[in-house]
């Protein structure tokens, strides 16, 4: 039984917000594995979409994916950034591929979820390599496309045998029909005031305003000049609650990292006067400039955005309200304590869905 979430009360959280919450639980633990690349994602929070395309109706499952890209740029404070570009680019073109797919192949048994969470993982792939081509990588992206593409379909074909597992064994997903209750009305998100809503606009116009500067400057002295001073603003300011440690290692550590491995693609097309020549390694002047330039305007709108939303942006209308839910969603999710292992995962995911909701699940 499917329930559009455009008749959703105000006493229940439909089923998108249910596995919004999902994705934006996964992104959190995808984040804690170290990787060279904000975007250069595992892909682990599009278990919910493949999961979801049982459940929801082709409206609700591309709503789905504007509530994911929307709620991890939120969350990770990346709404702005060149990242949020990589993230819609890798979503959708893997959700439309998947649906495709399920919509024309799963129903009539010609395709297993293995085969289309591997070909969503390729897809995505391709397309962000394309998208890394012009704003990072130049050239260099024939260096890093191969990695890039070992591991999406790594990660596709795992996701895929995990979904499989989960619709053979799952007695949450067996049972989950309508809507997800939770335990009182005053839980449930209220709809964004007026007075929110500026505010979130005012961000947004400002955090696009020093994105623009910082991209279009022609002089590398004014984007270093921004890039370092959104950097001190997000030690000093940091999100509520962050130890110095953690500051340091998430506008620092990580960065030096992300940035440090940008300009080494950049110098693999070497072009312009040769500052170092040792062996296979060549230093140009062009190239390296370049690297930094890209490294500085890549993580400086990472900076940027974080500074201006830290997760305070409110949204009007459904929307709104069905972003705000997920993050209910979310909260359930994350006040459970539970290590996973890949071993085993989808009996112990199920039973601690089941911990989260299972009391709340209603028709």
């Known amino acids: ?37 904000p975007f250069l994602r595992l892909g682990i929070a599009n278990l919910p979409v493949l999961l979801s395309l049982v459940y929801l109706s082709p409206e609700e499952f591309f709503l789905l994916g504007l509530l994911k890209v929307a709620g991890q740029g939120l969350y990770g404070g990346t709404f702005f950034s060149f990242v949020f570009l990589f993230s ?8 439309l ?12 048994d010609l395709i297993s979820f293995v085969g289309i969470s591997l070909s969503g993982a390729l897809f995505s792939c391709i397309t962000q390599s394309l998208l890394g081509t012009v704003m990072v990588f130049g050239e260099g992206i024939k260096y890093v496309f191969p990695l890039f593409l070992l591991s999406s379909g790594i990660t596709g074909l795992i996701l895929g045998i995990i979904t499989e597992k989960i619709f053979c064994d799952s007695v949450f997903f067996c049972d989950l029909k309508g809507r997800l209750y939770l335990d009182s009305p005053s839980e449930i998100t209220p709809d964004a005031t007026k007075g929110e809503v500026f505010y979130s606009m005012v961000n947004a116009v400002f955090c696009l305003l020093f994105i623009l500067i910082l991209v279009c400057a ?17 030690l000093i ?20 990292v992300t940035m440090l491995f940008i300009v080494g693609i950049n110098l693999c097309v070497p072009f312009g006067k040769v500052l170092l020549k040792s062996g296979f390694l060549t230093i140009t002047e062009g190239a390296l400039r370049e690297g930094i330039k890209r490294a500085v305007e890549f993580q400086g709108t990472v900076f940027i955005s974080v500074f201006f939303f830290k ?31 890949l071993k085993g995962f989808s009996g112990e995911f199920d039973e601690f869905l089941t911990e989260a909701f299972g009391r709340s699940t209603g028709v």
């Open 1 to 37: 039984m499917k329930i559009s979430v455009f008749e959703s009360g105000k006493d229940r959280v439909s089923l998108v917000s249910f596995f919004g919450g999902m994705c934006f639980f996964l992104s959190l633990i995808e984040s804690l594995i170290p990787k060279p690349l």
């Open 88 to 95: 819609v680019t890798g979503t959708f073109s893997s959700m």
């Open 97 to 108: 591929v998947m649906f495709v797919l399920y919509r024309f192949f799963k129903k009539k």
């Open 218 to 234: 022609g002089s590398d002295i004014t984007k270093l000049m921004i890039f370092g001073l959104f950097l001190i603003l997000n």
């Open 237 to 256: 300011f940091p999100l509520r609650g962050r130890s110095f440690l953690w500051r340091v290692r998430r506008f620092v550590v990580v960065p030096f």
């Open 311 to 341: 997760g305070k942006i409110r949204l009007p209308g459904i929307f709104g309200r069905i972003l705000g839910d997920s993050f209910l969603c979310f909260n359930r999710l994350f006040t459970r304590n539970r290590n996973f292992k």
